[in-house]
DNA sequence: ATATCTTTCTGCACTCTGTGCAAAATCCAG
DNA sequence: CTGGATTTTGCACAGAGTGCAGAAAGATAT
């Protein structure tokens, strides 16, 4: 095995990512277009090129291949308050980890208006997106903990931060599709954070 | 049809909420016995002594006969924080709602506590109750918007306000549940929104 | 009490989701 | 190229969920 410059994440580990997203993107797209409950798994196996027993190699249900409840998010936005410099204030380390974490999903924008649209029209969809977002949550409020070392049991302040950090990035974006996805989200997520109170 | 101390809804319409009922509690104890995955919708049909077709009569889905996902609470939420009185501030309205919401629920402990182990338990279930949480969350944050008579699209700051509400909520919860159930949950919730900032 | 109307319950047939298992195909290392 | 590991696939199957039409039961009027 070369490391270095090399292959990376070889072949194998490459095409596993592929096939995942071909799959998530044709899902979404068949969704979109024509609903969720219309399509189902053996069409989207289909168009992706894989065999229906493969699609759920990759996802549990049809679902959270629409959703692509990434377990690894997660955890990597966990590890990236943790690896914020020592002397940020927990608030400040939440806001710096939000705010780039917001900046990725503006870049693909396109892909996050179908999962919008769909999450609007499907209350099954709407309930994976809350499942998702509240584990992103706890994900935050264990961070939180885990830099100001203290006992959630005792100390309240740490995760009644980290949510309404949670809370401020929930009202940036709903201001931000309400007012029709224009201006920059960033923008107005650091707006809420202040008005939030978060420094 | 004598009103008063009548017959009130009509034999029907109290064998239907019966029913629903039943069904209910026996699929919560089932599944609390031995786990969600391990119970068909045919038993909780045989033990609740109806049809499984008839299941399906009253619940969309399996998970829904477990969460009981209630539409009804979010709309009276919504027309709780608009009878508050006109001179109270969005917080303050807000604050009285969400604390008497959350004195109802511990009233109730026991099925209360059925629930959120088995929410625990069951990510399937988790994202159902994030789902309806959020439902709960959005009439909040309507109401706010109500009150305030302003342009969500424009004005930030009534959508934020009830979603830190919702997050004060959830961390007195949390710390609640991480405390072992002990001492009043409506006393950490106003240390919450004390710390929250919200008045 | 009887006849009639309305609503609910039920059985049946069917599609789709999701899982276990073993064989075939594919990738990787030496 | 060869042997070992992983992934894909087909097959069989149990359970979820739906449409439909007839049976059963509550409601209503005479």
Do not use: C
Request: hydrophobic share 45%; no cysteine.
């Amino acid at each position: 095995m070369t490391t270095g410059a090399g292959p990376g994440p070889g072949l194998r580990d490459r095409k596993k990512e592929e096939t995942r997203l071909r799959l998530h993107t044709t899902a979404l797209r068949l969704a979109v277009e024509r609903g969720v409950g219309a399509v189902t798994v053996e069409e989207i196996a289909a168009v992706a090129e894989v065999s229906p027993r493969t699609f759920f190699n990759y996802f549990a249900t049809k679902e959270d291949a629409l959703v692509n409840t990434d377990a690894g998010r997660a955890a990597a936005t966990h590890a990236a308050v943790l690896a914020r410099p020592a002397e940020e204030s927990p608030a400040e380390a939440l806001r710096a980890v939000l705010t780039e974490h917001v900046r990725a999903l503006e870049a693909d924008r396109d892909l996050w208006r179908m999962r919008s649209e769909l999450a609007a029209r499907s209350p099954e969809l709407a309930a994976r997106a809350a499942g998702a977002g509240e584990r992103f949550e706890s994900a935050l409020v264990d961070a939180a903990y885990a830099r100001a070392g203290t006992d959630p049991a005792r100390d309240l302040l740490p995760g009644l931060t980290a949510r309404v950090a949670m809370a401020a990035v929930r009202a940036a974006y709903q201001q931000h599709r309400l007012a029709g996805q224009e201006g920059s989200l960033a923008d107005r997520l650091a707006t809420a954070f202040d008005a939030a109170g978060l420094r």
